[in-house]
């Protein structure tokens, strides 16, 4: 009896030890979709599978809401151990000493090599030095256009500048139900205001030497003047208003309307939906000084400091990260690689990234990002921006009045950043 005791209670000991030694890392999905949740599941689950007794526990946010409810979850102190971070939102955490450098861990690591330039160099763009967060890739805008469409309306071809662009839209907006373009009015819609405000401008600067904002200058406000013009004309939905990434392109490809700026992950969704002989992407058009800025952005994965298995956390990024990891993730994403080795893979060769690649070889062509690196900005892109920009679009206020809000909120931001620069 003594010895079923025994054998009883050292069978349950080392139950215990095992549960004891299990460890679960907190990894935050914030731009989401169904496909990328189930690939992101499956390449945590090779890493769950090479690393015994260590489970991931996934929390998936809708984009939409994701930085509001990621700031709740932070302020309550559950932070994770991994998550995907945005480029407009890593400065925000790096600076209130949320984030973990990366550095030492890429010091040690043999896949640094296979990162890009370009990945580095995000990377580190809070301070210039430090990797608080890895790019998995990079989301360029280009033009999608609807071919069948633009026959029907009697458009010969994508159109090359921004008076084609809106004369193309107009002879689209004259058939039944059809549309120019699909503006994207809601959180997000930064992008759009910026590639055409700064085409018509011919230049992409957001600031001057002494730190002021040039969103209220008067080249700045006549392309914002122009697009809110262009949403009054009737050139793109009226409820396109309240848009976001899923509705313009639900938009594009149910041919509500006709072009469409977008990152290479639209093609996730149209290419699903759209015969490919029915669209094409081509470079954003040009402004009259014959130069466009497509905006350039990225996301990835960072570490938080609050992390109790620090070592286990950059398995887990090393593992999303690493060639099989990150080229898999990738083709779902629809993002431009972040590894010199994915840049040969035969998925990137064909016609649908044509557009992206094209853009990248015209040197009048200039990949443009935002200034992400400021604190404030999260809040100004996903808070200020969407709120204005719907009151101009609505004409409760002037395209002047708009500008100068943007431009007295990152002026405050920039003069501040320049200030800490220099102590």
């Excluded at 209670?9 to 095992?18: E, Q, W």
């Excluded at 256009?145 to 809106?166: C, D, M, R, S, W």
């Excluded at 107009?170 to 039944?176: A, H, I, N, R």
């Excluded at 976001?244 to 490809?253: D, I």
Aim: proline share 6%; with cysteine.
């Amino acid at each position: 009896m003594k010895r079923m005791i025994l054998t009883a209670s050292l069978a349950s000991f080392l139950l215990s030890g095992t549960a004891m030694a299990d460890t679960t890392l907190k990894l935050v999905e914030v731009i989401t979709s169904p496909s990328r949740t189930e690939t992101l599941k499956e390449i945590v689950a090779k890493f769950e599978q090479a690393n015994p007794g260590t489970k991931v526990e996934i929390t998936s946010l809708p984009w939409g809401e994701a930085f509001e409810k990621f700031a709740t979850m932070v302020s309550a102190g559950e932070t994770p151990d991994v998550m995907e971070m945005p480029d407009t939102w890593v400065a925000l955490y790096a600076k209130n000493g949320a984030l973990e450098s990366l550095e030492p861990y890429l010091a040690k690591w043999q896949g640094a090599a296979d990162l890009n330039d370009r990945a580095l160099e995000f990377g580190r763009q809070v301070d210039g030095k430090t990797a608080y967060m890895l790019p998995y890739g990079f989301y360029m805008g280009a033009m999608f256009y609807n071919k069948k469409l633009f026959a029907e309306a009697g458009v010969e071809g994508p159109p090359k500048t921004i008076a084609e662009f809106q004369t193309a839209s107009e002879k689209v907006s004259k058939l039944p139900g059809k549309y120019g373009y699909c503006l994207r009015g809601a959180r997000g819609g930064l992008n759009d205001w910026t590639v055409f405000m700064n085409a018509i401008a011919g230049n992409n600067t957001y600031f001057k030497e002494d730190g002021t904002s040039t969103f209220a200058d008067p080249d700045k406000v006549k392309g914002l003047a122009w697009y809110i013009d262009y949403y009054k004309k009737g050139l793109a939905p009226k409820d396109s208003i309240s848009w976001g990434f899923n509705e313009t392109v639900a938009g594009f490809y149910s041919g509500t309307c006709a072009m469409l700026n977008q990152d290479p992950d639209a093609l996730i969704a149209i290419s699903e939906r759209m015969k490919p002989e029915d669209y094409g992407v081509v470079p954003l058009p040009k402004g009259e000084a014959g130069k466009a800025f497509p905006v350039i952005g990225y996301a990835g994965w960072s570490m938080f400091q609050t992390s109790e298995h620090k070592d286990l956390a950059w398995k887990l990024i090393e593992t999303l990260q690493g060639t099989e990891g990150n080229v898999a993730w990738n083709k779902k994403t629809g993002a431009l690689p972040a590894l010199k080795s994915a840049e040969n893979d035969p998925f990137y060769a064909g016609d649908k990234f044509k557009g992206w690649f094209d853009e990248l070889k015209d040197s009048n062509i200039v990949p443009t990002p935002l200034p992400s690196y400021l604190e404030e900005f999260a809040f100004f892109k996903d808070s200020l921006v969407p709120a204005s920009s719907q009151r101009a679009l609505l004409g409760e206020i002037t395209p002047e009045d708009m500008a100068k809000e943007w431009a007295d909120y990152l002026t405050t931001a920039q003069q501040a950043y320049l200030a800490n620069k220099t102590k």
